[in-house]
């Protein structure tokens, strides 16, 4: 039996982590929102064993025009709005199966660059957080926030429609084939539902071209169309789950938008950022135009990160 590549291997770990080790961070608001986020970590919490932290975020002083009449000084003021941001998110899971047992906090600072470092300090598995487009979730935990977290964090990041009651029935991930389009792949493959189905879309290269046999553009997608094929093998083996490959043509984020939508999909899943600071910064055109353009849930996953020995060594 031939020994498996290291992107096999790679997928395999993915795939395969223990439950055990599910550590999830939701961020939420207490509106509705954050809904989505709340019902979708409920419910990989039950099926994973997983641990969950419910995280709030109350913006620093000043933060609205009524604080510079206050009497009160500014971290009496940032006190007062952290506690009522902590009431906030006790409260939008009171009726919510097993948030009991969750940790609940809420800390001052601004929202995406407090969820990435309580991510980082509770070494976090996954940051879940709402990708509401209007109203106070807009400004606090919307789609600009999601984005700032992607830009930031060293863990998948799935932002949830606030309509989603489950897990994904039909996800369709995005390959180029890099190390972070196939861990997002495969871990798209864990968090669909047990009858659901996952599609590995390749945008190609070279759209509207008619290829000629032989050429460059027949070479390139008969090569990637293999490289598809093979993807689809190993996901099946490791998931368990339906897989299927499908190419696709033109703009790239268009490409992934509109066949989302013609297919009803309930979650896109995308390879996160390189560890380059302009890439941290401008996070990709192509995936911020699908964070924002989305009709449905969002994952990025970056690549897989090796773990730093102690000393730093």
Known sequence: MPTPTRAKRRIRRIAARRPSETRILVAA????????????????????????????????????????????????????????????????????????????????????????DMASAWRASIILLGIGRHGRIKRMFGTETAVGVMRRARVPVLAVHPNATTLPGHVVAAVDFTEASKASAALAGRLLAADGTLTLAHVCAFGGVVPKEGDLVDLYRTGAQARLDELVHSLRHVTKRRI???????????????????????????????????????????????VRGARCSVLMAPPETKPQRRGGK
């Not at 929102?33 to 709030?56: C, N, Q, T």
């Not at 009449?69 to 009522?84: F, H, T």
């Not at 703009?251 to 989302?260: C, H, K, N, S, Y």
């Open 244 to 290: 299927e490959g499908v190419m696709l043509s033109g703009e790239p984020g268009d490409a992934l938008l509109g066949f989302a939508r013609r297919t009803n999909c309930e979650l896109i899943a995308l390879g996160g950022h390189e560890q380059g600071l302009m890439d941290r910064i401008l996070l990709g055109s192509v995936r911020t135009q699908v």
């Open 29 to 116: 608001a207490g509106d509705r929102e954050s809904r989505g986020a709340l019902r979708l970590a409920a419910e990989l919490a039950k099926r994973d064993a997983a641990s969950v932290m419910l995280l709030g975020v109350a913006t620093p002083f000043p933060h609205n025009l009524s604080t510079f009449v206050s009497m009160r000084q500014p971290v009496a003021i940032d006190e007062v709005g952290r506690l009522a941001v902590l009431e906030d998110v006790q409260k939008s899971v009171q009726d919510l199966p097993g948030a009991e047992r969750w940790a609940k906090r809420a800390v001052i600072g601004f929202p995406a660059d407090a969820i990435v």
